[in-house]
C-alpha cells in the first residue's frame, strides 16, 4: 500500500464521514470530498457549524471512505489524522471555479469568512475487508 493507492480510493468514493470530538463526545457526519492529492485531503464548510468550532478546539479526526463493490461486503479506508485550517486565497477562487453552487448557497466570494477550507495533510491510512475482519490489528497501515 502506497499514498497513491489512499488517494485513488478517496477519489473514486468521495463521500467521507469524518467524526470529530467536542469535549468527550464523538460526533460524526458525511462529507463530500473537494479533492485528495500528495498534499491531504480537502475539504470545505461552513464557519457557522459545530463542525467548524469542533475542527478548530480539536483537529483530532478519522476520515472514512467505503465502497461498497468489493464483495463480500465492501472495502473502507479509514484515514487517522489531524485538519489543518487553510486560508489560502487561491484555494478559495479554485473551490468557487469547481463547485460554483456555493454561491448559490450565500457563499459571496474566495474571501467570505462564511467559507472553511481545511485538509488532512498528515496521518495514517488502513484498508478494511471482511478478509481482516477479525485480525484488524494486523492490517497494514501507512503513515504518510
Known sequence: MDLSECIRF??????TYIATVEGNQPHVRAFAMWFADETGFYYHTGTE??????????????L????????????????TGRAEILSDRSL??????????????????????????????HGQAEFWTMENNMRE???PRLTF
Open 49 to 62: 457549524k459545530r463542525v467548524w468550532a469542533q475542527l478548530q478546539a480539536n483537529p483530532r479526526v478519522e
Open 92 to 121: 478559495g477562487i479554485r473551490l468557487l471555479g469547481e463547485r460554483p453552487w456555493l454561491t448559490g448557497i450565500g457563499v459571496t466570494g474566495p474571501d467570505d469568512p462564511k467559507l472553511g477550507i481545511f485538509r488532512v495533510p
Open 10 to 15: 478517496a477519489r473514486e468514493n468521495p463521500v
Open 64 to 79: 472514512c471512505f467505503y465502497s461498497p463493490n468489493t464483495p463480500p461486503a465492501g472495502r473502507m479506508m479509514r484515514v
Open 137 to 139: 490489528r494486523d492490517a
